[in-house]
């Protein structure tokens, strides 16, 4: 069976955003923290700083607030509609409460991951008439207060 690419990225956003939901986190009341290369190599239980959230890849998270008992309890906390219909092939990023996700033509959302709330979006504006065989992006690199992704040009940009 198939499911539309909408679908993947509201699974993806939600098991990060369920960890951080149960950590209590509150996007206002908190300082946006630099990334640093301390925080990459022993990120905070609720963050997921990096792809596959640490540099020996392993996708394991320390947070015990699911479990086999209470899983089958866990019910969808919050959904994004991208306004996007190309794949959508990113790792959510989790920086304290705060999630970056990117979209089909370079694209990076950054989102409240306990409401869902935008925070805010940046849209890369491409030359009319440009065809991207393969508009996906597959994700977005925190460092000190910016995020970074990847362009059509394979030039790096950072906001």
């Known amino acids: 069976m198939r499911f539309p690419a909408a679908s993947f990225l509201t699974l993806w956003l939600c098991l990060p955003a369920a960890h951080v939901a149960a950590q209590g986190v509150q996007v206002g ?3 946006y923290p630099r ?3 301390e925080r990459l ?11 596959r959230r640490t540099y020996d890849g392993s996708g394991f998270s320390p947070l015990m607030q699911i479990t086999a008992s209470n899983i089958g309890r866990l019910s969808l906390a ?3 509609n991208t306004d996007l219909v190309d794949a959508h092939e990113t790792t959510p990023i989790v920086n304290d409460g705060r999630m970056f996700i990117t979209t089909p033509g370079n694209n990076v959302i950054a989102l409240d991951a306990k409401t869902g709330t935008q925070l805010w979006r940046y849209v890369k504006k491409y030359p009319e008439g440009l065809f991207q065989l393969h508009p996906t992006n597959r994700g977005v690199a ?5 995020a970074r992704c990847s362009r059509a040009s394979d030039r790096p940009t950072s906001e």
């Open 35 to 37: 990334v640093t290369d």
């Open 78 to 80: 919050w959904s994004l």
């Open 29 to 31: 009341s908190t300082p």
């Open 41 to 51: 190599q022993h990120p905070d239980a609720g963050d997921w700083l990096m792809y």
């Open 142 to 146: 925190l460092y000190g207060d910016r």
